[in-house]
């Protein structure tokens, strides 16, 4: 699977919107971008992911670069139950490659 | 909809013991995954099911894990004997689609 790079770290300030970034500049035709958050002592939640155009859900959107090779996940007003870590991950459509490899993700800090 | 269920939530084991981790995935759902989290390592995939078939054990670090899936509602996931390097949060994640996983709660093991 392609490789993501995020930042270890960043911070907000509550009701602020937030840009998380990820860059994927291997990403191949067929990768779809998903987008993972793991709040403390919980399982990994389902954000959002897309493929090419941007998507916009309930809890978030997402905005794909023209070229693909770069992401950024976009919290419109961040609460402080948004505080946990986000991981961005390529996923290679068809067949049976249905593996979600999580990497460090980048920990979200919402401050009141 | 009571979502994906693991039990126990937490095993406290002696080396050498056998451990048994066991998941009760979302109704419907065709895919079942197993990770492992740790400080050091991270998320890491060790194994997943599509309609109750092994598809990839490749993550599956070594003889004494093994994993099973019976039935549709049910899986487990066995170390036998475990070790303290074993000791980390297992979470089982079930899926109609491979790309939007639900994950349980996680059974936190420690080896002593």
């Known amino acids: 699977d392609a490789k993501t790079t995020q930042p270890n770290s960043m911070e907000s300030n509550e009701e602020e919107p937030v840009h998380l970034p990820c860059n994927h500049s291997?990403?191949?035709?067929?990768?779809?971008i998903h987008w993972y958050r793991q709040l403390p002592s919980q399982g990994p939640e389902y954000v959002i992911h897309?493929?090419?155009s941007n998507v916009n859900n309930r809890m978030a959107s997402l905005a794909i670069a023209e070229d693909r090779k770069s992401s950024t996940l976009i919290l419109h007003r961040a609460t402080l139950r948004d505080a946990a870590v986000y991981y961005c991950i390529l996923r290679r459509y068809g067949g049976s490659q249905g593996n979600l490899i999580f990497g460090k993700g980048t920990k979200l800090s919402v401050k009141p | 909809d009571a979502g994906v269920i693991q039990s126990p939530r937490h095993e406290v084991t002696e080396m050498g013991q056998e451990v048994t981790l066991r998941c009760k995935p979302i109704s419907g759902h065709d895919y079942l995954f197993w990770y492992r989290q740790t400080m050091m390592r991270g998320l890491e995939l060790l194994i997943y099911?599509?309609?109750?078939?092994?598809?990839?054990d490749s993550g599956m670090p070594e003889d004494r894990f093994s994993a099973k899936m019976p039935n549709a509602s049910f899986s487990t996931l066995k170390i036998q004997p475990s070790e303290p390097r074993d000791s980390a949060v297992y979470f089982c994640?079930?899926?109609?689609?491979?790309?939007?996983?639900?994950f349980g709660s996680g059974t936190q093991l420690s080896v002593l």
């Open positions: 291997t990403i191949s035709g067929t990768d779809y």
């Open positions: 099911f599509n309609n109750n078939v092994p598809i990839d």
């Open positions: 994640a079930s899926g109609d689609r491979p790309e939007k996983l639900f």
């Open positions: 897309g493929l090419t």
